[in-house]
Nanobody, 116 residues
Framework: QVQLVESGGGLVQPGGSLRLSCAAS????????AGWYRQVPGKQRELVAR???????NYADSVEGRFTISRDNAKSTVYLQMNSLKPEDTAVYYC??????????WGQGTQVTVSS
């Protein structure tokens, strides 16, 4: 079993920055790939960014150039650095974590609100 703990959400003004973290723990927490998704009420959850253990990353067009996903394999932790935030980035952000045994886990979600 793997437990995920997300942190780093909050309220920020447009143009500001936030850094989300997702730490995995448990006996089977070796990362295969991880990603960040976001969801607003009434809409489907959408992929924001994804990264593999080797460090290959891909991004949604809407965040390309503003967000950066990274990982620390030794700490089983994935990060999302969000810069130049816009009101439309407001959502609940969820960490998705896939282990090397290809089991997928979801974090509890963290609210990001971009507003003046």
């Amino acid at each position: 079993q793997v437990q995920l703990v997300e942190s780093g959400g909050g309220l920020v003004q447009p143009g500001g920055s936030l850094r989300l973290s997702c730490a995995a723990s448990g006996s089977a927490s070796r990362m295969y790939a991880a990603g960040w998704y976001r969801q607003v009420p009434g809409k489907q959850r959408e992929l924001v960014a994804r990264i593999t253990r080797a460090g290959s990353a891909n991004y949604a067009d809407s965040v390309e150039g503003r967000f950066t996903i990274s990982r620390d394999n030794a700490k089983s932790t994935v990060y999302l650095q969000m810069n130049s935030l816009k009101p439309e980035d407001t959502a609940v952000y969820y960490c998705s974590y896939t282990t090397t045994s290809l089991m997928n886990y979801w974090g509890q979600g963290t609210q990001v609100t971009v507003s003046s």
